[in-house]
């Protein structure tokens, strides 16, 4: 049995059939014997032949059924997603003809697993999306066995793995921070509130705080786990639960976090494009594609506001941007699309940014933090080093208006043992659209949730 995108299966010669070194078998006759099982992706029929492509997940394989086995009852009522078995010998494929790792194997025996319906309820009409997004999205759990629905997943599973990879080589320790929370991180109006027995309680917005009282213990440490917010706007970019990577490094400057960033960035980047089997899927997916160039273009806000100015890009209210205007979504976007390639933007002013945010001991009127943002989507990623006075963080507690009394374990990390350091978050689904080149952060994920969507 082998699976279905394997090049080099796991096989069981018969005769005295060599198996090529290359993907193909050399002998047309007698190739290798092989049994497979996945579901028909797609067929097609030709006088006494029936072309089945079947999928695994893994990949495709083109089986060739001829003769009486594709005049059998099973064949000639055959349906795209039933799952089958298939036995056969593999060969190489006639000059000229096309088919998935280029090769095709040739039938002798197959039986039916589980029969998919046809006519009415063919999985094609159920999916017929007639332009219409909504319907796709209800019917996700069809699409995503699409090409590019099941590609975009198989690069999110790679992407997550590369992120553990490059953490644990960086020596990074991974926690698991609560989802049930009861204390704010970015702003009370996207939070989710619920009934927790006889309390109130939140679904965490951001597991920062958390990763913070890591800390003394782990030392650097970061997390992959799921926020949520509330968010009252349907944007491309926007979800009301999305995967976080969260990191928080120890005894650091703002310098230092920024070098990590683009380290982190670029090492989980070359890490999936040097995966074999993902490379070819972005490909397809993206094919203009290219590292990005480092280091990354750093600009402080001050100067994206002169450059929004000078490029006539107007602030929500249709004025030219101001000092303290919160960089709009469409503004970023068209700025970094213009720019082209990936932007640190840096030294946001306080008053529009979370109250943890350390101050530039330079200019108190900007905070050091950073967006990083892509071309296409704008930011997917937000950090900041973190206010490491006790006394400065129960001012900015009073300034924002939050009681200190629920935060007292986020507090005491300024009171026992104290030190510079800072993290930031990266927004999974953000980065996938962007590496992926899709349009919306609801294609990838598996199944989105926004304001108005929470099934299936
Ligand atoms: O900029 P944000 O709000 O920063 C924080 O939550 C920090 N506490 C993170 C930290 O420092 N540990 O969010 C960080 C990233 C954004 O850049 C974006 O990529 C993603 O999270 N994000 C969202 N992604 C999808 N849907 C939403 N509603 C998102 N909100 C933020």
Redesign the pocket.
């Known amino acids: 049995r082998i699976s279905l995108g394997e090049t080099r299966p796991e096989i069981v010669k018969l005769g005295s059939a060599e198996r090529s070194e290359e993907v193909g078998y050399s002998s047309p006759d007698r190739g290798t014997r092989v049994k497979v099982y996945g579901r028909v992706h797609r067929f097609r029929g030709q006088k006494e032949v029936l072309f089945v492509e079947l999928r695994d997940g893994y990949g495709y394989m083109q089986c060739v059924l001829t003769g009486p086995l594709a005049r059998t009852y099973d064949a000639l009522t055959l349906t795209r997603e039933t799952s089958m078995m298939i036995k056969g010998e593999m060969r190489e494929l006639l000059p000229g003809k096309e088919a998935p790792n280029d090769r095709e194997m040739h039938a002798d025996y197959f039986e039916i697993i589980g029969k998919a319906p046809g006519g009415e309820d063919a999985i094609t009409n159920r999916v017929q999306a007639k332009g219409d997004a909504q319907t796709l999205l209800d019917m996700r759990h069809l699409v995503l066995r699409g090409e590019t629905g099941s590609a975009v997943m198989l690069i999110r599973d790679a992407v997550e793995h590369a992120f553990n990879t490059k953490y644990h080589e960086l020596g990074y320790v991974k926690v698991s921070p609560p989802a049930l929370v009861q204390t704010q991180?970015?702003g009370g109006s996207?939070l989710f509130d619920m009934a927790y027995y006889n309390e109130r309680a939140y679904l965490t917005?951001?597991?920062?705080?958390y990763?913070e009282t890591a800390l003394p213990f782990a030392g650097n440490c970061y997390c992959i786990e799921k926020?949520f917010?509330a968010?009252k706007s349907l944007t491309r970019?926007?979800?009301?639960e999305?995967t976080?990577v969260?990191?928080?490094l120890d005894f650091i400057t703002f310098d230092d976090l920024l070098a990590h960033l683009e380290d982190l960035i670029c090492g989980v980047l070359e890490l999936v494009l040097g995966n074999p089997r993902i490379a070819p899927m972005l490909q397809t997916l993206n094919p203009d594609f290219t590292m990005p160039e480092r280091p990354f273009k750093r600009m402080k806000y001050t100067d994206a506001i002169t450059w929004l100015n000078e490029h006539e890009i107007p602030n929500e209210e249709g004025q030219p941007h101001a000092f303290g205007d919160d960089i709009a979504e469409a503004a970023e976007r068209r700025m970094t699309d213009i720019i082209n390639r990936p932007i640190f933007l840096t030294h946001f002013p306080a008053e529009i940014k979370?109250f943890?945010m350390q101050k530039d001991e330079k200019d108190p009127r900007v905070t050091e933090s950073v967006?990083?943002l892509m071309p296409g989507v704008g930011?997917?990623?937000?950090?900041?080093m973190r206010i490491w006075d006790y006394e400065e963080l129960m001012a900015a507690y009073e300034r924002e208006g939050i009681g200190a009394e629920p935060y007292y374990w986020y507090t005491d990390q300024r009171r026992y043992g104290s030190s510079p350091h800072g993290?930031?978050?990266?927004?999974l689904?953000?980065?996938l659209a962007w590496l992926c080149k899709q349009h919306t952060?609801r294609d990838t994920c598996f199944y989105p949730r926004y304001m108005g969507r929470c099934k299936p």
Not at 205 to 209: E, G, N, R, T, V
Not at 379 to 384: A, D, H, L
């Open positions: 991180v970015e996207t917005q951001s597991s920062q705080l990763l926020s917010r968010e970019r926007h979800l009301s999305y976080h969260e990191a928080e979370a943890y967006d990083c930011e997917i990623v937000g950090g900041s993290g930031y978050g990266l927004g689904e953000r980065f952060v």
